[in-house]
């Protein structure tokens, strides 16, 4: 885990966040090891920006990886601060309901939780199966 810590705390000082100024970091470790990251990247047409989990996820499919193992999201903020909805959604979609997030402050304060446990209930590709 003090990779992926590492590896988000670096990549969050490299946020575009002129806007809120509310810098995220995510770092996650696909199915052969490798750490991807990302940071949220604002936009001052705020629903166009991207969060820091779904730049990670992005590099990780650009890079013909398809499975979180692990994940690690640092804010700068007085509590770990959880992803946002729709990124609990696209962790779900690569990861399992076990995988491990861990959610942290700048100052060291961390929380962790599974994907199950942040995202119950999550609707995946069983549910597409429908009539057929």
Do not use: W
Not at 19 to 32: E, H, I, P, T, W
Not at 84 to 112: H, N, P, S, W, Y
Request: glycine share 14%; aromatic share 6%; charged share 20%.
């Amino acid at each position: 885990m003090d990779e992926l810590k590492a590896a988000a705390l670096k990549v969050r000082d490299n946020a575009h966040a002129p806007y809120s100024n509310f810098k995220v970091g995510a770092a996650l470790r696909a199915g052969d090891g490798t750490v991807f990251v990302g940071c949220n990247v604002e936009n001052v047409a705020y629903p166009e920006g991207t969060c820091a989990e779904a730049g990670a996820i992005a590099a990780m499919v650009a890079a013909g990886q398809g499975r979180i193992m692990e994940a690690y999201v640092v804010a700068g903020s007085p509590m770990p601060v959880t992803p946002c909805g729709g990124c609990r959604q696209k962790l779900a979609e690569f990861g399992a309901g076990d995988v491990r997030v861990t959610m942290a402050t700048t100052g060291g304060i961390e929380q962790v939780m599974t994907l199950a446990e942040l995202l119950p209930g999550a609707f995946g590709a069983a549910h597409m199966d429908g009539d057929k």
